[in-house]
């Protein structure tokens, strides 16, 4: 492995388990509000547009950091969509627990 394959797998490790916690922590709770939808749309929007640069380049690190960045950030948008309709249907519910 050269030099700069090698660094790539560490740092596409580094990446990925900085970005970790933050995934599983929304995944566990459920609690979106802190996330922004338009820089989860946009997020999302622009690692399909990278995949075309990705797909380009020989199989590497690359490909598996960009797989995890997609993953996590469509993840993301959706668990942000279910967290928002759920918020929106809570909000419609009368007040039953008086």
Known sequence: MDAATLAGAVSTVLFAAANLPMVLKAVRSGDLRSYSLSALLMGNVGNAVYTVYVL???FGPIWILHGFY??????????YGVSAHAHRVAQRRPDTAR
């Open 56 to 58: 380009s380049l020989p």
């Open 70 to 79: 997609l993953t996590t950030m469509a993840i993301m948008l959706v668990l």
